[in-house]
């Protein structure tokens, strides 16, 4: 029996205190995003193992939690809310001519392997923008990232920020086999300096391209590092995609979060769906982002409406754990305003009162006497309840 009480490696049980820390966290990131106009959605937990396939562009088959319903059909729990997203849209929203915001607060599965020590389920919260292809777009959309984030009581943190088609036309400049692209990517996003060295020096490029698929790792940092991923752009994808991060800076700055921004031409992202702004937060203490998300104008047209769309999920886990060792005290509600209780014979006495309390909006905790005072006393206190009554031959407070 003693395995029984156990969770299988990936997952864990949230309770008490912890769990009502979360519920606080996720209620003020939903109020943010309420604030920007976002209709809420819920998707199901499992979908059709097509609506994740590799074409897609989104996590690893390998990866995905799989089985089969009674019809012989494949069917995978979601690692990713961004797909069922864009699913929904294309189904309740294909006539839709204005843009469109939804917003989501769901639980996510992946299978990593054991080794690595992650959670295979974690809560994601975020929104996508539908139907809107400007960097105003994309500025609103970070803006709410980062409004997100401060509202979750997250104070020390940086976005990163990025763009797919820097890399794409530098891609297509140099005519680079789809085998070396991804290789390439890899090494990028790893930012191993001599394993792209060594891989672009085995291709046949001009020396100048040749210099900036070697910087491109190094080109990281505040706003002041597009100027020189500018003046390395050789081609028109590349100089646009620089002009429009320059544009969204800008546009940051009226919201007066430029701040919390920097900027990394080497970032790429797991996800192959993304076609332009790619981002994601990091805080000290995590070795994880605790926010992601880019823009991805091709995935909806894959499910049949032909439509821009950018979005952003936060891992309201990778948050928890952040506070957790960031050692930031979180502000959640007790779990009762009232512990009532009662000696025996007066039963009714406690239930009529604690239904009169309930009426007043306290939340009241009946439980019959058969400690000591000085025992409920600790409870209370260790349970943040500020009101302790009895009832009895002795009422006391």
Known sequence: MQELIHTPDGVRDIYDGEFAAKLEVEERIRKVLRLYG??????????????????????????????????????????????????????????????????????????????????????????????????????????????????????????????????????????????????????????NFFGVEELMEGQSLKPELLQVFLKLPELFGPAEILDAAEAMAGNERSLAAVRRLKRLYSLLDCYGLSGYVSFDLGMLGKYQYYTGIIFRGVTSGMGEPVVSGGRYDGLMAQFGKDAPAVGFAVSVDGLMTAFSRQRTVLSAPAPADVLLTYEPDFEKEAVLKAAALRKEGKAVRVVKKELSVEEYKAYAEKNRIRELLCIGREVWL
Not at 76 to 94: E, I, Q
Not at 157 to 185: C, H, I, K, M, N
Request: proline share 4%; glycine share 8%; with cysteine.
């Open 38 to 191: 976002c209709s809420e959605l819920s998707t199901p937990a499992f979908e059709f193992f097509d609506v994740f396939s590799r074409e897609r562009g989104s996590v690893p088959s390998r990866e995905l939690f799989k089985f089969f319903d009674r019809e012989g059909n494949t069917l995978v729990l979601r690692p990713d809310m961004t797909p069922p997203a864009a699913r929904c849209a294309a189904k309740y929203y294909m006539d839709e001519k204005t843009p469109i915001r939804l917003s989501y607060l769901a639980d996510t599965f992946i299978n990593h392997g054991n080794y690595q020590g992650r959670l295979k389920e974690i809560t994601v919260q975020g929104a996508e923008f539908i139907g809107d292809g400007s960097v105003n777009e994309d500025a609103e959309l970070l803006a709410l990232t980062i409004e997100c984030l401060l509202a979750s009581g997250l104070t020390k943190f940086q976005v990163d920020v990025g763009e797919v088609g820097f890399f794409a036309g530098l891609v297509d400049e140099a005519g680079l086999s789809a085998e070396t692209e991804q290789t390439l990517r890899a090494l990028i996003e790893d930012k």
